[in-house]
């Protein structure tokens, strides 16, 4: 059963854009990017379930996740809109497109591939280190970010951790930790994608110091994607859009231009 996202929308633009953070992220990590594009599209800054605001799921399958996505579009009267997505927001972003490409204008991926990955066990210490810190006992985020150091130690995945609190006192954690730690098998998975493809313009982003887009995994994205372009942006690992924001502003920016001049979309 869908959920009723949050989403936060910025700018006026004719294209909808709707940009999905990556697994313990929330829409407004991505609110730099937006306000830079807020002139030529209306972007949504969602917040997939069990992060952020939206509502808390046992069900994390990427099927569950799309059909939370289309039942926005279509509960907006959006029509068609072109999705940005990052690492698990990506694998979102695809799932949609496969199953209900009459809904996606265009696709952009950022650094993930669609294949099941291996690399959990970073991501469950990060939530145990989240669910071990006592906020009973904290009551400043810089606290909650030096509790966080032995699990995270660098400052920029602190800061990215501790971006999930909620203020209050005590302070709490606004994603479902429990719940993620549960799903984490399903959100390094990718669905059973055989017959279908996304036929609309597609572009993969990839950083070059990450390892989630790889040369083994190009031609996956070719089967499945036949318009797919992949770009590298160089001095950038895997969250490149706050490592290169410029770069990646500029690269959104031409392709979501490109909606509306003629190509062909998904359908």
């Known amino acids: 059963m869908a959920v009723e996202l949050a989403a936060r929308k910025v700018g006026q633009g004719r ?21 830079a594009l807020e002139g030529e599209a209306s972007l949504w800054l969602v917040d997939l379930r069990n992060h952020g605001a939206s509502p808390w799921q046992a069900q ?19 029509g068609q809109a072109a999705l940005v997505g990052h690492s698990m927001g990506g694998k979102v972003a695809m799932t949609l497109a496969l199953t ?44 909650v970010e030096e509790a966080l150091a032995e699990a995270a130690p660098d400052r920029g995945v602190r800061a990215f951790l501790a971006s999930n609190l909620e203020n209050g006192d ?35 982003l990839r950083g070059a110091r990450s390892r989630y887009v790889l040369p083994e995994h190009e031609a996956r994205i070719q089967s499945l994607f036949p318009r797919a372009e992949i770009v590298t942006i160089e001095d950038a690992g895997h969250w490149l859009h706050a490592e290169q924001p410029a770069r990646t502003v500029e690269l959104l920016r031409g392709f979501l231009g ?6 062909a979309t998904g359908r």
């Open 60 to 78: 994390m399958t990427y099927e569950a996740m799309a059909g939370d996505l289309a039942a926005l579009i279509e509960r907006e009267g959006l």
């Open 15 to 35: 294209l909808p854009v709707l940009v999905l953070h990556g697994l313990l992220g929330q829409g407004r990590n991505w609110g730099a990017i937006a306000r």
């Open 100 to 143: 209900r490409p009459e809904l996606v204008e265009r696709l952009c991926v950022v650094d993930v591939a669609p294949v099941p990955y291996d690399h959990g066990a970073e991501f469950r210490s990060y939530i145990r280190a989240m669910q071990a810190v006592d906020l009973g006992r904290l009551r400043r985020r810089a606290e």
């Open 258 to 263: 490109e909606a509306g001049s003629g190509t």
């Open 170 to 204: 005590p302070l709490r954690w606004q994603p479902n930790l429990a719940g993620l730690l549960e799903a984490m098998p399903d959100i390094l998975d990718f669905p059973d994608t055989a017959g279908r493809r996304y036929g609309g313009p597609t572009l993969f």
